[in-house]
RNA sequence: GGACGGGUGGGUGAGCGGUUAAUACCAGCAGACUGUAAAUCUGCCGCCCCUUGCGGGCUACGGAGGUUCGAAUCCUCCCCCGUCCA
C-alpha cells in the first residue's frame, strides 16, 4: 500500500536526474524539491503565507526531537495536528531525531534500544525508540515520516560505521513493522548511513529496500566530511534505491551543490543553509554568495540580486538590507530568508525546467562555472 | 570660595607599583555556518617595520614635574568634570 506515491515525468538522458511530483496527502510537489527546515514548527523569520503563497512551498520540515520537547506531541495532536497547529496547508516531512544523534552528541546516549537524551532545555530524560518515534510523528500528522536513525560524526573507524549501520537497519526495521501495523495513512522513509564507507552505504541501502518503503533517505551528509565525499556516499547509495521511488539526501546542500545531487538521482533535499546563514548575513545569489555586513555595501543602491524576483529584492536596497543587519533589527532576518529560500527554490526550478527540456548537463555545466562570490 | 568623588585606548568601564599595548562589554572590520541547543559562533581591533614565529621599534592611561631599578597605579602643582556646602 503506497501512501505517498511518486510519478516520475521527465528524465534526463545522459545524468540520473529526473523530475516528477510527489503526490501527498496535503498536495501535489513538483521534485527535484528543496525543502525549507522549519525544526520548531516555523521557518524562522517567514510566515507561512510567506512561504506558501509568496514562495510558493509545498513541503516543509519539522523536527521531531524539538517538537516533542516542545509543545509536545500530544499538545499538537489535540489541536489537530502538526498542519493545523502551525496552520501550514502543504505537506510536512518530520525528522526522527536522528541528527540530533549526532548534533547533541553530549547529551545523548545510544543503546539497542533507542536513544536516550537529556534534554537541551531543562535536562529532563527522554527515551527515543524507533517504534516511539513513529507514533510522535503520527501524533503530529506528519506526511512523511523518518525512521529513527544514528547519524554518526566524521570521521569515524569503519567498524564503528559498520555496527552503527546495521543497528540503523534495525532501528529502521523496528520503525517500518510498528508503522505498518498502525492505521497511518502516511510514509515512513528509512535512512541509509555507513559513514563514507562505499561498501557500507551499498550493504545499506540493499539491507533497507528489503522494507519496500516509499522512498529512501540517504543520511549521514555534511557531518563535516570533505565535499566531494558526502556525493560520492550519494553515488554509492543510489544505485541500489529503487527507481520508482523518491530519493532525498538529508540536510544538504550549498547552491551550486543542490544540481550535484539531482544529477546523481536525487529527488529530495532540506538543508538549514539558506535560513540560518541569512540571519547570519550571508546571502545567495545569481553571482556568488554576498555577506551583506560588509563596508562596501554601506551606500550600495542595488537590490542583492539584480536578477531575483524576490519581494527583498524588488523593494530593498543592499545598504538599506545592511543598515538592518548591522542595527540587529528583527526585519533584516525576515527579509534575508525570504530572499534565500526564494533562491534556492529558483535554483530547483531551474533545474526542473532543464531536465524538462534535456538539457541538464549544459544548466550543471553553467552552474559549475558560476562565480563563488559577488564582486 | 570650601569639602568630597572622578578624569584609562572610538564609547561604557576594570585595573590601583612590575607577569599591562592594558580585563570586560559595545561599536567597528573580517571569517565560519550543510536532516537548526544558532537573530549564533570565531578572529582582528594604538602606530610602524620584517612575508615570517610566544618577533622588533615607537607612542599611550587629563597636563607638567617628581619618587622608584621599574608608574595607568605613589607624591607635588596645574587643567577639566560631577556631587554637596557656602
Not at 552503527?164 to 497511518?184: G, I
Request: charged share 25%.
Amino acid at each position: 500500500m503506497r501512501h505517498i506515491h511518486f510519478e516520475i515525468t521527465h528524465q534526463c538522458s545522459t545524468t540520473r536526474a529526473r523530475v516528477g511530483v510527489l503526490h501527498t496527502p496535503h498536495g501535489p510537489v513538483p521534485t527535484p524539491v528543496f525543502m525549507p527546515v522549519g525544526t520548531q514548527a516555523t521557518v524562522k523569520g517567514l510566515s507561512q503565507r510567506d512561504l506558501f503563497d509568496d514562495l510558493g512551498v509545498r513541503i516543509l520540515l519539522g523536527n521531531t526531537y524539538h517538537l516533542y520537547l516542545r509543545p509536545g506531541h500530544e499538545t499538537i495532536r489535540k489541536l489537530g495536528g502538526l498542519h493545523q497547529f502551525m496552520n501550514w496547508p502543504g505537506a510536512i516531512l518530520t525528522d526522527s531525531g536522528g541528527f540530533q544523534v549526532f548534533s547533541l552528541s553530549e547529551l545523548r546516549k545510544i543503546t539497542e534500544d533507542g536513544v536516550r537524551f537529556q534534554s537541551h532545555l531543562n535536562g529532563d530524560a527522554h527515551q527515543f525508540t524507533p517504534e516511539s518515534t513513529v507514533d510522535v510523528q503520527l501524533a503530529f500528522g506528519s506526511d512523511i515520516l523518518m525512521a529513527l536513525d544514528e547519524c554518526p560524526p566524521y570521521p569515524v573507524s569503519h567498524q564503528y560505521a559498520h555496527d552503527s549501520m546495521l543497528r540503523t537497519v534495525r532501528w529502521a526495521r523496528r520503525a517500518d513493522a510498528h508503522h505498518r501495523a498502525l492505521p497511518a495513512q502516511h510514509s515512513l522513509f528509512p535512512i541509509v548511513q555507513g559513514s563514507v564507507f562505499p561498501d557500507l552505504r551499498r550493504d545499506c541501502a540493499e539491507r533497507l529496500v528489503e522494507l519496500d518503503c516509499d522512498g529512501y533517505a540517504i543520511g549521514g551528509l555534511s557531518v563535516g566530511e570533505p565535499r566531494p565525499l558526502s556525493l560520492e556516499m550519494v553515488e554509492a547509495s543510489e544505485p541500489h534505491l529503487p527507481r520508482d521511488r523518491p530519493r532525498y539526501a538529508m540536510g544538504v546542500g550549498m547552491p551550486a551543490e543542490l544540481a550535484e545531487y539531482v544529477a546523481r538521482g536525487i529527488d529530495m533535499m532540506d538543508c538549514v543553509l539558506p535560513s540560518r546563514n541569512a540571519r547570519n548575513g550571508c546571502l545567495f545569489t545569481s553571482q556568488g554568495k554576498l555577506i551583506i555586513k560588509h563596508a562596501r555595501f554601506k551606500e550600495d543602491p542595488r537590490p542583492i540580486d539584480e536578477k531575483c524576483p524576490c519581494y527583498t529584492c524588488r523593494n530593498h536596497s543592499r545598504a538599506y538590507l545592511r543598515h538592518l543587519f548591522q542595527a540587529g533589527e528583527i526585519l533584516y532576518a525576515s527579509l534575508a530568508t525570504r530572499h534565500n529560500i526564494r533562491r534556492y527554490l529558483d535554483i530547483m526550478r531551474e533545474i526542473r525546467h532543464a531536465i524538462q527540456l534535456d538539457a541538464f548537463p549544459e544548466y550543471m555545466q553553467r552552474m559549475r562555472s558560476a562565480p563563488a562570490e559577488v564582486d
